[in-house]
């Protein structure tokens, strides 16, 4: 009797083990489902759009990234891979006139004229005064055969170059001009704190002048006084 009431007893034991265990695992697994849930369409379009808003600047840490690997993939001669970088990177970005020229740097060499073209002018519209972008769509033009456009962006771009260097040439006048007038500034600054020390110095010897003045005229009267006195005490002693 003794031997089957121990029997069900580990029979009971052992069924509330398995059921602790059971539970314990349907908690620890549950968690590790939901994870391996697959995204919807519309999450895994709105997962970018939160990072970024969270990161704000990390797009333009991504644009120097594929920048960058366009940049070597051109010095390895892989153009259709730098134009991919330089694309994706100038369609992020579209004000970053560089990035555009960049864009039409390498579909030019990739043979992608048109798009070089249209890079190059991109980049133009944000900045219409750029050397780089006007050379740029000049040697695409002309490598399409289209001279008369490539002559006219030549003569644009002596223009610009030649405004440039006036402009440099001013600005350094300018600087020359500034560095001038500082440097006549500065010594007359010099010359008016010289002046200013050489008065005080010259008063105060002034000052000294006149206090050794007074000392010697303060000790003469007090010689002659005492000379007077002496000579009025041995009068006095002559009468008596």
Not at 142 to 163: C, F, I, P, T, Y
Not at 212 to 230: D, V, Y
């Amino acid at each position: 009797m003794k031997y089957w009431f121990v029997l069900a007893a580990l029979a009971v034991t052992t069924a509330i083990g398995q059921d602790q265990t059971y539970k314990v695992n349907s908690g620890s697994t549950q968690p590790q489902t939901e994870t391996a849930r697959p995204q919807t369409p519309a999450q895994k379009r709105q997962q970018p759009e939160s990072s970024q808003k969270e990161l704000g600047w990390g797009s333009n840490i991504q644009n120097a990234r594929l920048a960058r690997a366009a940049e070597n993939a051109l010095k390895s001669h892989n153009y259709a891979a730098a134009v991919d970088f330089a694309q994706r990177a100038a369609e992020s970005a579209p004000n970053d006139a560089q990035l555009w020229f960049l864009l039409g740097y390498a579909a030019r060499l990739a043979g992608k004229s048109q798009l070089a073209v249209d890079a190059y002018n991109h980049g133009l519209r944000t900045n219409p005064s750029s050397l780089e972008g006007m050379s740029g769509l000049a040697q695409t033009y002309s490598a399409m055969g289209r001279k008369d456009e490539a002559e006219a962006l030549r003569r644009a771009e002596e223009e610009r170059r030649s405004e440039e260097e006036a402009e440099a040439l001013k600005g350094a006048e300018e600087e020359r001009r500034r560095k001038k007038e500082s440097e006549a500034l500065r010594r007359a600054e010099e010359e008016r704190r010289s002046k200013e020390k050489a008065e005080v110095l010259r008063r105060a010897e002034e000052e000294r002048r006149r206090w050794e003045e007074f000392k010697t005229k303060l000790l003469s009267a007090c010689a002659r006084k005492l000379l007077e006195t002496s000579a009025s005490s041995a009068r006095s002693r002559t009468s008596h």
